[in-house]
T-cell receptor, first 112, second 116 residues
Framework: DGGITQSPKYLFRKEGQNVTLSCEQNLNHDAMYWYRQDPGQGLRLIYY???????QKGDIAEGYSVSREKKESFPLTVTSAQKNPTAFYLC???????????FGPGTRLTVL | DQQVKQNSPSLSVQEGRISILNCDYT??????FLWYKKYPAEGPTFLIS?????DKNEDGRFTVFLNKSAKHLSLHIVPSQPGDSAVYFC???????????????FGQGTILTVHP
């Protein structure tokens, strides 16, 4: 059963802590993306990766880091440098066609 | 700089009537447009798309219209059903290479409520 998963669904973090959000796909897709959603705003691109061991900054990369050591996995670390980390984070896996953009279920991160 | 805008934060329609969701863009390099539907606490799901070489694409109850000269697209849902109630995002992409290959630029979303 192919798909894209994100974990955890809800995450709470204290200020000053780093936290890593997981994104895994078994769709054999090369391209993966991380977006952030805030109320009243569209999804904004944080980082993306078109191939293993390669990734690029998106529009709002400051305070975030990623790795792409395996095709299936694209974890996102929210560092303490991210000034406003509370948001809904969405991971996307994309196939060859633009219609093949599959979103994960999302992780809601709350900083306490 | 909001390159994709959905100026209506919300839309309320009666079941059976037409829902029209609008989206405007400013970047003339965009050549592919998508609509996504999103329920609370879930990821968006793909609904329908249109390439800039077309001005209309239809899939069942959903039709997307593209007016390139006005840099405007719209999603028509006919007839609207209560299960269509969700947030609808339009998204745009410039497929012709560049460093942002595959990147989607999203609008802010429109909350559609269909009343029984």
């Amino acid at each position: 059963d192919g798909g894209i998963t994100q974990s955890p669904k809800y995450l709470f973090r204290k200020e000053g802590q780093n936290v890593t959000l997981s994104c895994e796909q078994n769709l054999n897709h090369d391209a993966m993306y991380w977006y952030r959603q805030d109320p009243g705003q569209g999804l904004r691109l944080i980082y993306y990766s078109q191939i293993v061991n390669d990734f690029q900054k998106g529009d709002i990369a400051e305070g975030y880091s990623v790795s792409r050591e395996k095709k299936e996995s694209f974890p996102l670390t929210v560092t303490s440098a991210q000034k406003n980390p509370t948001a809904f984070y969405l991971c996307v896996s994309r196939g060859p066609s633009y219609n093949e953009q599959f979103f994960g279920p999302g992780t809601r991160l709350t900083v306490l | 700089d909001q390159q994709v805008k959905q100026n209506s934060p919300s839309l309320s329609v009666q079941e059976g009537r037409i829902s029209i969701l609008n989206c405007d863009y400013t970047n003339s390099m965009f050549d592919y447009f998508l609509w996504y539907k999103k329920y609370p606490a879930e990821g968006p799901t793909f609904l329908i798309s249109i390439s800039s070489i077309k001005d209309k694409n239809e899939d069942g109850r959903f039709t997307v219209f593209l007016n390139k000269s006005a840099k405007h697209l719209s999603l028509h849902i006919v007839p609207s059903q209560p299960g269509d109630s969700a947030v609808y995002f339009c998204a745009a992409s410039a497929r012709a290479g560049g460093t942002s290959y595959g990147k989607l630029t999203f609008g802010q979303g429109t909350i559609l409520t269909v009343h029984p």
